[in-house]
């Protein structure tokens, strides 16, 4: 596939315009960041897993009728895709405490909450991406209240998916973070990557961390834990 300029490079993909103005071709990095980039390493290998992992989670969806930005594979690190127009909210879906809802509001991690708790982010760098309501994300125009309605939608029809994925697979899904975009015709689609750079993964059975979290407090293994979750999920996604 011939790639055309670079349109945007953030800290774990590349994306390039191809000769097909609907469509973009995303590259997975071998880079690693945590807390706003202060903590940046390359570990080798590592956007071929989550290439191969956001890849088959987009595919199960896709299959569940859950419509997303994801096409094909072109090469093991390329995901050829739709372009959208990519809404700057990180949409977090909480099934267990942990990270930093624990952090803030003084919970132990671990601790499963009756209800699913949904977060929005405002995906601003020189912010350190803020939590924000929904009325805050309407009155900076990020989106509508009939889009947050179509969003909230689909989060909790992709957090039951994925929560039966996951659990067939021996793995709980703790959060996970989601990016949306609208295509050309208004229609709202999941974007961005589903990976454990995005998600929390714990074993179901011995509670170890099969996520970012390994990178981001020094447990290390971070790429064979990643080669688990792969190896977990393509022997039961079908
Ligand atoms: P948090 O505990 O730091 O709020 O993260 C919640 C979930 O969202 C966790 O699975 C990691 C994911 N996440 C990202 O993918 N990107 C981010 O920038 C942040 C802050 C979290
Ligand atoms: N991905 C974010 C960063 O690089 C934060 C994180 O996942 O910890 O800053």
Redesign the pocket.
């Known amino acids: 596939m011939e790639l055309k300029d670079m349109l945007y490079e953030g800290?774990?993909k590349q994306v390039f315009l191809t000769e097909n103005p609907n469509r973009v071709v995303v590259r997975y990095k071998d880079t690693a960041?945590?807390?706003?980039?202060i903590k940046k390493a390359t570990i080798v290998g590592k956007g071929k897993v989550t290439s191969a992992i956001s890849a088959l989670l987009y595919e199960y969806l896709a299959k569940a009728g859950i419509k997303t930005h994801f096409v094909e594979l072109v090469d093991e690190c390329d995901q050829l895709c739709r372009r959208v127009q990519v809404i700057p909210l990180e949409v977090v879906v909480r099934n267990t405490i942990a990270g930093s809802m624990a952090q803030r509001l003084g919970v132990e991690e671990g601790v499963e909450p009756q209800n699913v708790i949904y977060d929005l982010y405002y995906k601003r760098d020189d912010l350190d991406d803020p939590l924000m309501n929904d009325h805050h994300a309407v009155a900076l125009e990020l989106v509508s209240y009939e889009e947050l309605k179509v969003i909230y939608g689909l989060a909790e029809q992709i957090n039951t998916l994925l929560l039966e994925l996951f659990r067939r697979a021996g793995i709980r899904l703790v959060d996970f973070k989601m990016e949306f975009g609208r295509t050309p015709e208004g229609e709202i689609i999941l974007a961005d990557e589903l990976s454990p750079?995005t998600c929390r993964l714990w074993d179901i059975e011995t509670g170890e961390k099969l996520d970012?979290d390994r990178f981001?407090r020094d447990l290390g293994r971070v790429r064979e834990a990643y080669e688990l979750i792969l190896t977990r999920l393509q022997a039961v996604k079908n």
């Not at 960041?33 to 980039?37: K, L, S, V």
């Open positions: 800290k774990a960041t945590a807390f706003n980039n750079d970012k981001r």
